[in-house]
């Protein structure tokens, strides 16, 4: 017997998964922890947030973007040179993103200056001040990005088949209570140190500290200490399990292409990807979202020619062959519309709450409100998450993901048959739970469903797969909700207008424009009920019935 293997302490499996949560948690945390104070870093740059509120939104969905990158070919990384030496370089690499965002307006702004200056440009130091923060968020999300799929094949490495399920919940409980809390813990924080300014600053000064007032800097400097604890706990936890190295060499031009794909997608849908979906006051327009077509092109020739490469090499960053296998095509095809109807309900929740405001002066009262019932959705779905892998393991993969997908519909078609403007915030709340506990539902049995079908040389890169999906899925929703939100109000309104005869009083026509807001939000209600519908065919056509079922091939 190997001497090593005898002198490796015990895998405790459970206590490694509590471990490196911690980190899990810190990274999906700052994924929306800056919606809440967007505004407030524009204000303290000194820019109009009227004209540069588009660009700054890059703060977020930057990091939201470089978090689905680093989720492509990390995993494959992750496979080809162990889970221990992936996982620990990238929370370095998230602790360097954060310091770069604490002082983007030191170091990083005078090096991005002078190279500015020396291509012959002229520009402002605060704009130059915004791209350093975008760009620390960025270094921040390719650490991040990659901790999630890493820690879903480490629980592929740690537990067997059927004992898979409840571990997978647990990591996308706290995956998706991360993004879920950042914008309330970013806003709560950042409120509390503005208004005990004096006293935090007088503590500091009696303790020697000549440190400046805490501010949302401070948000990014608390993450320091954060992760190397985590990176602490993360080697002693993993201290005794075994490195386990795929065969192969890594696929650079699939890693590429893949991601240009991933930017062109989102350059073309407009850039605003941001799941937290903040509340912000609501206005009826006319007009519809301008797509960049050119970029859209880009992406659709950048991911064939991923195809291709993925089909002609010998390694590739994502074996086309895994999708023969119905369970894992069944997971992702679910995920995809999981993603899509999850942001249904984080659209929907904030623009019906703004539009019922009558005063401008009630905006923040606006913002808790919606806070609240959005947490109606996003809490029990997180929560759902563990319970769907205890069910997992004792009734099946796929009678879970039908109980989870069967609730979702009767909620959103609640949604399409109650909301009017005048309804209760306890029936939105309640609606919105059920959602959410639809959807937490599918989280684990889909998550099992996708990593037991691949081997154990791919588990890694099937892990990503699970969280690309959701997110392409979230992404793909913003846009195409928008387009079609603003043209059916639209439609509907015009029409209304007319047969009433109101077009000259404007009190009428902004009462008609939320009348038809209020009516739209209640039918994308049905368009949500009738895509976990559709998710119902995968679901009976593709996954194992029971947990450790064999993947069934095509």
Not at 67 to 90: E, K, N, P, Q, W
Not at 114 to 125: A, D, F, I, S, V
Not at 315 to 329: A, E, T
Request: hydrophobic fraction near 55%.
């Amino acid at each position: 017997m190997n001497v090593a293997a005898q002198t490796r302490p015990p895998v405790r499996p459970w206590l490694v998964l509590a471990l490196i949560c911690l980190p899990i948690f810190i990274g999906s945390l700052d994924l929306t922890i800056v919606s809440a104070f967007l505004p407030e870093i524009l204000i303290g740059l000194g820019l109009p947030p009227q004209t540069m509120l588009d660009d700054a939104a890059w703060v977020v969905s930057g990091y939201l973007l470089a978090y689905a990158i680093s989720m492509t070919f990390m995993g494959r990384v992750s496979d080809l040179i162990g889970r221990r030496a992936v996982y620990i370089g990238c929370l370095l690499v998230f602790v360097v993103g954060s310091v770069l965002v604490a002082t983007a307006h030191l170091g990083p702004t005078d090096v991005l200056y002078t190279l500015m200056r020396r291509m012959g440009q002229r520009p402002e130091r605060e704009v130059i001040t915004l791209i350093a923060i975008i760009l620390g968020r960025v270094v921040q999300a390719l650490g991040a990005g990659a901790l999630v799929p890493v820690s879903l094949a480490l629980v592929g490495d740690l537990f067997p088949k059927e004992r898979r399920a409840q571990p997978l919940g647990v990591v996308g409980a706290v995956d998706t209570l991360g993004w879920v809390l950042g914008h309330l813990y970013g806003g709560v924080l950042v409120n509390w140190f503005a208004r005990n300014e004096l006293s935090i600053v007088t503590l500091l000064r009696s303790l020697g500290l000549n440190w400046p007032p805490p501010d949302w800097r401070t948000l990014f400097w608390i993450n320091v200490p954060l992760a190397l604890i985590g990176l602490a706990f993360t080697l002693w936890a993993l201290r005794g399990v075994p490195t386990r190295r795929a065969t192969g060499r890594f696929d650079a031009p699939g890693a590429l292409l893949i991601g240009a794909a991933l930017v062109a997608l989102v350059i073309g849908l407009g850039g605003q990807i941001d799941p937290s979906v903040s509340s912000g006051s609501f206005a009826p327009t006319t007009g519809a979202p301008t797509y960049n077509a050119v970029a859209l092109l880009i992406g659709a020739a950048a991911f064939a020619g991923f195809l291709w490469v993925e089909s002609h090499t010998r390694d590739p960053l994502l074996n086309l062959k895994l999708f023969r296998s119905r369970s894992l095509s069944a997971g992702a095809i679910i995920n995809l519309l999981i993603g899509f109807c999850l942001m249904i309900g984080l659209v929907s929740v904030p623009i019906l709450i703004n539009i019922r405001i009558q005063d401008a002066s009630h905006l923040s009262e606006a913002a808790f409100q919606a806070g609240v019932l959005l947490s109606a959705l996003t809490v029990p779905m997180a929560l759902a998450a563990v319970p769907g892998g205890w069910l997992s393991d004792r009734i099946g993969i796929q009678r879970t993901t039908l109980y989870g997908l069967g609730l979702a519909i009767i909620g959103f078609g609640l949604v399409w048959q109650t909301w009017t403007l005048d309804i209760a915030d306890g029936v939105i709340a309640a609606e919105m739970a059920l959602i959410g506990v639809g959807i937490g539902l599918t989280f684990s049995p889909i998550s099992a469903s996708v990593i037991n079908a691949a081997s154990d040389d791919e588990r890694g890169v099937a892990s990503a797969l699970v969280i690309i999906l959701r997110l392409i899925g979230m992404t793909v929703a913003v846009a195409s909700l928008t387009a079609l939100a603003l043209q059916r109000v639209s439609a509907l309104a015009e029409a209304a207008i007319t047969l009433s005869n109101a077009a000259a009083d404007p009190n009428a026509v902004t009462l008609i424009y939320t009348q038809m807001t209020a009516r739209v939000l209640a039918e994308l209600g049905l368009l949500g009920a009738v895509l976990c519908g559709v998710a119902l065919i995968p679901a009976f056509w593709g996954l194992p019935s029971r947990i450790g079922e064999s993947a069934a091939k095509g």
